[in-house]
């Protein structure tokens, strides 16, 4: 619990054992505190005098969430998408998508007063092209100042970065009153943390250029591969760092820890191979951000390029190691690590690989999923085992501990 200045007490229900929990949230009857953000939007306008100029139109101006990917962008992930029908890179989404929201066309927020003439409206229901702007890359617009963002990156425009997937949304949403839709921020959901975890829990979903949960809680397949040391180490997962392993491991973009492969006693005893991952009930990322658990320093430098990088290994893998869409999947990405060199995981009989390249391996869960020691966490048996060496050219792949195969992309 926690005094608050007048008196009143907050107790956070995630202290509460499992079958306390439980019958808390299914009773209900209590209240419950609420955190807002200060997303919001409104108009922008330039007052020129001294100049025989017609009169200034304003500009859309949007108070925008917090971007984990500020070097990856919506627009690129589309033109990826787009670019290679064959490869089924449509099928890579199971939620959501990677529309950028220059490409939407709906009016500016119709409810915003004029600045300077409070009784006019701000913007034309008319005008559809509000969001159709796209972002000169950083080289037209700065010039080659800076080697590693010219040949990598491009500034950042909200247009050609954000999305236009609407569930409420990310960066903005839309409204709708008996003139029509337009867009506006007041659709979007609040707290933003917690809009946060339900769409990363869901593929990345709504923005494509978004971090992926969806392997940290097992709620659908994976799309956007994150990292496992991006996701965060539980003390006792392989890679965990020895110096973080008595302070609890590390903490994720999101404040979590991902899943991990080990052996654990069942309901009625029996040793299980089992994946230990959070739970979706339990985590809560508005605590985690008082606790100054968020952080996207892990995802500040990933771009476009290695996104789509990392897609393009998982859509192979699967594709290969399995069968059939990446967002259709049985197989639940557990491990993902990038290899720096291939000569340092050396596989006997078959051909070795070349350049970037990622280990990745996926579980196939069967039955249900159970309790852990721990209050936060779940363990959820499964049988096979695939562990794949993937580049975007070529594979490598074991199923069960079996001889690797290997074919190309």
């Given amino acids: 619990m926690e005094q608050r200045p007048e008196g009143e007490l907050i107790t956070d229900l995630n202290t509460l054992a499992s079958s306390m929990f439980a019958d808390a949230l299914k009773d209900g009857g209590y209240e419950a505190a609420l955190f807002e953000d200060n997303s919001c939007d409104g108009a922008v306008l330039a007052d020129v005098t001294g100049l025989p100029l017609p009169p200034s139109r304003p500009a859309f101006s949007i108070i925008a969430v917090p971007d984990f990917f500020p070097y990856a962008g919506q627009i690129d992930l589309e033109q990826w998408a787009n670019d290679f029908p064959s490869h089924n890179h ?3 989404f199971k939620e959501g998508g990677p529309a950028p929201l220059c490409e ?50 491009t500034t950042s425009y909200l247009t ?106 069942d309901g009625i005893g029996a040793q299980r191979s089992v994946v230990n991952y959070a739970d979706i009930m339990r985590s809560d990322y508005v605590s985690n951000a008082f606790n100054g658990h968020i952080s996207a320093e892990a995802l500040a430098d990933v771009d476009s390029e290695e996104l789509i990088d990392r897609m393009d290994c998982l859509r192979l893998a699967i594709q290969t190691a399995g069968s059939g869409r990446v967002d259709e999947t049985p197989f639940w990405l557990i491990y993902a690590a990038p290899i720096g060199d291939w000569a340092d995981v050396p596989v006997a009989g078959a051909p070795s690989l070349t350049g970037k390249g990622y280990r990745y391996e996926f579980v196939v869960p069967e039955g249900a999923s159970f309790a852990s020691e721990d209050l936060w966490r779940l363990r959820q048996p499964y049988g096979d085992h695939i562990v794949c060496h993937v580049t975007t050219q070529a594979i490598r792949w074991s199923v069960n501990g079996g001889a690797f195969q290997f074919a190309r992309g």
């Fill in 160 to 265: 050609d970065a954000c999305s236009n997937e609407f569930a409420p949304g990310w960066d903005v949403s839309f409204a709708e009153d008996d003139g029509g839709k337009f867009y506006a921020t007041f659709g979007l959901g609040s707290p933003f943390l917690e809009d946060v975890k339900l769409c990363a829990a869901a593929n990345a979903y709504w923005p494509a250029a978004s971090p992926d949960a969806g392997r940290t809680f097992q709620r659908s397949p994976t799309a956007v591969p994150m990292l496992d040391s991006e996701l965060g180490y539980h003390p006792r997962h392989p890679d965990c760092p020895t110096a973080a392993q008595p302070a609890g491991g590390t903490r994720g973009w999101d404040g979590e820890q991902g899943p991990f492969l080990e052996q654990a006693a």
């Fill in 104 to 153: 939407g066309r709906l009016p500016a927020n119709a409810t915003t007063p004029r600045p300077g003439d409070l009784s006019q409206p701000a913007f034309d229901r008319a005008d559809a092209t509000m969001v159709a702007m796209v972002g000169r890359p950083y080289a037209q617009a700065a010039g080659p100042t800076n080697a590693e963002r010219t040949a990598l990156r």
């Fill in 90 to 92: 449509g099928h890579q």
